[in-house]
Antibody
């Protein structure tokens, strides 16, 4: 059974940092690209960042470029998202999602497994 | 990058068929994109349904019933998610998404809230 479980969310003050983790099981983790997608409460999905299977390529949404950093540790079957310079607009549920392909992007048929999400609340 | 526009809501009776649309913004042609579809129920993460590019390039998510299918409507410049034989458990939010290679970004539509009457 494929399982993705996010952790690391919580209440943080504006301007501070947070690191999210996603633990994967039930898959050969290093076969797949991975993604972070966020959803503000009551709103739609917003893609945040993607990383290919071997960390050789990553992409970011304009809204987080330069502030967030995606990474992965294939030996530990884990995906990470470093969130810096947080603002209220970053308040959201953050989901990690597995790609159907190793590279993502043009080669992706979609995100076939999602974690339950972790809530990040940015407030003073 | 393209904008994907979805109706905010749609309702239909149990047993009916529905077409949920995902319209691409001007300057982008639906035939150039792979449209992915997701279902999200309250309090749950999205569930992958399928992707559609053409009749020869499409795929169904694991365990997704065949009554969920994808297509394109070139005249409307839109991707289509068709759900036949609507069931009460199909009541959910439905999102389309696509990859834009030029900007190297994923784009999601705003979602359609489907109500099953």
């Amino acid at each position: 059974e494929v399982r993705l479980v996010e952790s690391g969310g919580g209440l943080v003050q504006p301007g501070r940092s947070l690191r999210l983790s996603c633990a994967a099981s039930g898959i050969k983790f290093d076969d797949y690209a991975m993604h972070w997608v966020r959803q503000r409460p009551g709103k739609g999905l917003e893609w945040v960042s993607s990383i290919n299977w071997n960390s050789g390529h990553s992409d970011y949404a304009n809204s987080v470029q330069g502030r967030f950093t995606i990474s992965r540790d294939n030996a530990k079957n884990s995906l990470f998202l470093q969130l810096n310079s947080l603002s209220a607009e970053d308040t959201a549920f953050y989901f990690c999602a597995k790609d159907l392909s190793s590279s993502g992007g043009n080669y992706s048929r979609g995100f076939d497994y999602w974690g339950p999400g972790t809530l990040v609340t940015v407030s003073s | 990058q393209p904008v994907l526009t979805q109706p905010s809501s749609h309702s239909a009776s149990s047993g009916a068929s529905v077409r949920l649309t995902c319209m691409l913004s001007s300057g982008f042609s639906v035939g150039d994109f792979w449209i992915r579809w997701y279902q999200q129920k309250p309090g749950n993460p999205p569930r992958y349904l399928l992707y559609y590019h053409s009749d020869s390039n499409k795929g169904q998510g694991s365990g997704v019933p065949s009554r969920f299918s994808g297509s394109n409507d070139a005249s409307a410049n839109a991707g289509i998610l068709r759900i036949s034989g609507l069931q009460p458990e199909d009541e959910a939010d439905y999102y389309c998404g696509t990859w834009h290679s030029n900007s190297k970004t994923w784009v999601f539509g705003g979602g359609t809230k489907l109500t099953v009457l």
